[in-house]
Antibody, heavy 114, light 108 residues
Framework: QVQLVQSGAEIKKSGSSVTVSCKTS???????INWVRQAPGQGLEWMGG????????NYGQKVQGRVTITADESATTVYMTLSSLKPEDTAVYYCAGDWDLTYWGQGTLVAVSS | EIVLTQSPATLSLSPGERATLSCRAS??????LAWYQQKPGQPPRLLIH???NRPTGVPARFSGSGSGADFTLTISSLEPEDFALYFC???????????FGQGTKLEI
C-alpha cells in the first residue's frame, strides 16, 4: 500500500522560500513523485516531478526557475522548495505518486503574506 | 502547449441520473487522458487513466471514453457521494508534463 505523508502547514513572507516534504512508503522508490498545487477555490497546477531513485527532475513552465525538487539518499522522502514566494503562491501543495498520479499526499497549505 | 477545456463548469443533477462531463483539448491527443474526483478538503482521487481504464476500487458506474480532442466522463447512475469536483488531465510523454482542465462541479 503506497502512502505519501506531507509536512505541515507553513506561513511565509513574500520573497522567502518554503520547503515541503513528502515521505513515501510502500514501494515508490522507482516511481515518479510529482508536485501539484491548488490555489484557494482554483484548479490544479502541475509543478514538477522527480524519480527518487535517479534524482532527475523536470519542472512546469510557470514555476521553472523558482522550484527545485529533490529526493534524499534513501529515495523515500521527496522535497519541493519554492523560492521568491509571492502572495499568489498561496495554495495547498500536494505530492502525487505514480505516472498516473494514482497516490496523493494529504496536502500542505502554504500561505504567503505580503 | 495543450489546453484542456471542461464543460459544463457546473452540472446540476439528482441521484439516480446520468452525468456526462466533457473535456476538449486544443489539439488531438493520444490516449493519455485521465479523470480525477475531488471532494472538499481532500486530495484528488484518480478515477480513470488512459482514457477508459478504471483503477482497482473505482466503481463501474464511472466510465471514460473519447479520442482525438474530445473526451467524456460518464457516471451512469449518480450516487449521493458522487457530487464533487471533477478534473481531466493530459500528460506529454517525454519530458513528462501534466496539464489539467479547469474542472466541472457536479452538484445536486
Amino acid at each position: 500500500q503506497v502512502q505519501l505523508v506531507q509536512s505541515g502547514a507553513e506561513i511565509k513572507k513574500s520573497g522567502s522560500s518554503v520547503t515541503v516534504s513528502c515521505k513515501t512508503s510502500g514501494g515508490t522508490r522507482s516511481n515518479v513523485i510529482n508536485w501539484v498545487r491548488q490555489a484557494p477555490g482554483q484548479g490544479l497546477e502541475w509543478m514538477g516531478g522527480i524519480i527518487p531513485m535517479f534524482g532527475t527532475a523536470n519542472y512546469g513552465q510557470k514555476v521553472q526557475g523558482r522550484v527545485t525538487i529533490t529526493a534524499d539518499e534513501s529515495a523515500t522522502t521527496v522535497y519541493m522548495t519554492l523560492s521568491s514566494l509571492k502572495p499568489e503562491d498561496t495554495a495547498v501543495y500536494y505530492c502525487a505518486g505514480d505516472w498516473d498520479l494514482t497516490y496523493w499526499g494529504q496536502g500542505t497549505l502554504v500561505a504567503v503574506s505580503s | 502547449e495543450i489546453v484542456l477545456t471542461q464543460s459544463p463548469a457546473t452540472l446540476s443533477l439528482s441521484p439516480g441520473e446520468r452525468a456526462t462531463l466533457s473535456c476538449r483539448a486544443s489539439q488531438s491527443l493520444s490516449d493519455s487522458l485521465a479523470w480525477y474526483q475531488q471532494k472538499p478538503g481532500q486530495p484528488p482521487r484518480l478515477l480513470i487513466h488512459g482514457t477508459s481504464n478504471r483503477p482497482t476500487g473505482v466503481p463501474a458506474r464511472f466510465s471514460g471514453s473519447g479520442s482525438g480532442a474530445d473526451f467524456t466522463l460518464t457516471i451512469s447512475s449518480l450516487e449521493p457521494e458522487d457530487f464533487a469536483l471533477y478534473f481531466c488531465q493530459h500528460h506529454s510523454n517525454w519530458p513528462r508534463r501534466y496539464t489539467f482542465g479547469q474542472g466541472t462541479k457536479l452538484e445536486i
